[in-house]
């Protein structure tokens, strides 16, 4: 048996060993097959080049990994990597239903995902069945291209570093500055959203909010300018901000005071007001008509209460201290 037959069956060998789920010893099979431990660690390294190329095709992420207690390779199925028909379709709605994103970007958003992540063969039937909906898309109004950005705030709050901004203010249009400890990134109502805290003693005692638990809110795209800081911040383990619980109590992302409010709801749909507030719980039903109370941030809520017209009535709202 000539040298490169030898090798490939000792491959194949090992590959078939790591598929059945055993553990591979470099020196065990070294004896095995009679040469040195080098030999067995350039072919698991030439099976892992492999598995790594064959992604793809497999739609599998395949990883080999040493075992320090056995003392072993094995090989571990991380995750599948394509996702279904019906998946994909589902975020390519989701993704035009937001209206987050310019035109163009929306575009090669839906494109990269249908070919990155469907079946050759399936990629033409969900291309058609979103197509109508991508050529009529209409996009914001601010017409802004921020994912760079959005993605600097993301480090920087990964590495709870400080931020300078340069905002564009709603109420009246004016470009403030910031020095802010950005705690997490958001979308709600098309557009992406900054909470963090205002790094600034003398500025936070002019706003309605000067407690470190609520932080302040900006919409991503009005920043006109930003600068992440060598400085960071530490907020401890206890203190710190849960973006999951915030959005639970957060309405339109208008900041504000934790609120609880209590309400009688005659509407159609109960469901859909459990659905728009999460921390809702029902306390009484007659007749149809459901007494609800719920945890809230801010002045969000009054605009949600307004719109619904004689099918809200308005018991008690009290601030939370």
Same mark, same amino acid.
């Given at each position: 048996?000539?040298?490169?037959? !030898?090798?490939?069956?000792?491959? @194949?060998?090992?590959?078939?060993?790591?598929?059945?789920?055993?553990?591979?010893?470099?020196?065990?099979?070294?004896?095995?097959?009679?040469?040195?431990?080098?030999? +067995?660690?350039?072919?698991?390294?030439? =099976?892992?080049?492999? $598995?790594?190329?064959?992604?793809?095709?497999?739609?599998?992420?395949?990883? =080999?990994?040493?075992?320090?207690?056995?003392?072993?390779?094995?090989?571990?199925?991380?995750?599948?990597?394509? @996702?279904?028909?019906?998946?994909? $379709?589902?975020?390519?709605?989701?993704?035009?239903? #937001?209206?987050?994103?310019?035109?163009?970007?929306?575009?090669?958003?839906?494109?990269?995902? *249908?070919?990155?992540?469907?079946?050759? !063969?399936?990629?033409?039937?969900?291309?058609?069945?979103?197509?109508?909906?991508?050529?009529?898309?209409?996009?914001?109004?601010?017409?802004?291209?921020?994912?760079?950005?959005?993605? /600097?705030?993301?480090?920087?709050? /990964?590495?709870?570093?400080?931020?300078?901004?340069?905002?564009?203010?709603?109420?009246?249009?004016? *470009?403030?500055?910031?020095?802010?400890?950005?705690?997490?990134?958001?979308?709600?109502?098309?557009?992406?959203?900054?909470?963090?805290? +205002?790094?600034?003693?003398?500025?936070?005692?002019? %706003?309605?909010?000067?407690?470190?638990?609520?932080?302040?809110?900006?919409?991503?795209?009005?920043?006109?300018?930003?600068?992440?800081?060598?400085?960071?911040?530490?907020?401890?383990? #206890?203190?710190? %901000?849960?973006?999951?619980?915030?959005?639970?109590? +957060?309405?339109?992302?208008?900041?504000?005071?934790?609120?609880?409010?209590?309400?009688?709801? #005659?509407? #159609?749909?109960?469901?859909?007001?459990?659905?728009?507030?999460?921390?809702?719980?029902?306390?009484?039903?007659?007749?149809?008509?459901?007494?609800?109370?719920?945890?809230? %941030?801010?002045?969000? *809520?009054?605009?949600?209460?307004?719109?619904?017209?004689?099918?809200?009535?308005?018991?008690?709202?009290?601030?939370?201290?």
């Amino acid at each position: 048996m000539n040298e490169k037959r !030898e090798k490939t069956e000792r491959v @194949l060998g090992i590959y078939t060993k790591l598929m059945r789920g055993d553990l591979v010893n470099k020196a065990r099979e070294a004896k095995e097959y009679g040469v040195d431990e080098r030999s +067995i660690q350039r072919d698991i390294d030439a =099976i892992r080049n492999f $598995l790594d190329r064959n992604i793809e095709e497999t739609g599998m992420m395949n990883s =080999i990994l040493y075992d320090r207690t056995k003392k072993g390779y094995r090989m571990q199925q991380t995750y599948k990597i394509k @996702l279904t028909n019906s998946e994909i $379709l589902a975020i390519c709605k989701i993704l035009l239903d #937001s209206r987050a994103f310019t035109k163009k970007e929306m575009e090669e958003m839906l494109h990269k995902l *249908i070919e990155c992540c469907v079946p050759q !063969e399936n990629q033409r039937m969900v291309t058609d069945l979103i197509r109508n909906e991508a050529f009529h898309y209409i996009e914001p109004r601010h017409k802004t291209v921020f994912i760079d950005k959005m993605w /600097q705030l993301g480090q920087a709050i /990964q590495q709870c570093r400080c931020v300078e901004i340069e905002y564009l203010r709603t109420k009246d249009k004016a *470009i403030v500055k910031r020095k802010v400890r950005p705690v997490a990134i958001m979308f709600s109502e098309y557009y992406f959203y900054l909470t963090a805290f +205002i790094d600034d003693d003398k500025l936070r005692e002019h %706003f309605d909010v000067i407690n470190d638990s609520f932080p302040t809110i900006y919409r991503i795209d009005r920043i006109r300018k930003m600068t992440v800081l060598d400085e960071n911040f530490h907020i401890p383990y #206890s203190s710190r %901000f849960e973006e999951g619980e915030f959005r639970k109590r +957060i309405q339109f992302m208008y900041g504000g005071r934790l609120q609880k409010i209590k309400f009688r709801y #005659s509407g #159609s749909s109960v469901e859909a007001v459990l659905d728009r507030l999460p921390t809702a719980q029902i306390l009484d039903e007659q007749d149809g008509v459901y007494t609800i109370t719920a945890e809230v %941030f801010g002045k969000g *809520i009054d605009m949600w209460l307004r719109s619904q017209g004689d099918a809200v009535e308005v018991i008690e709202e009290r601030e939370i201290h």
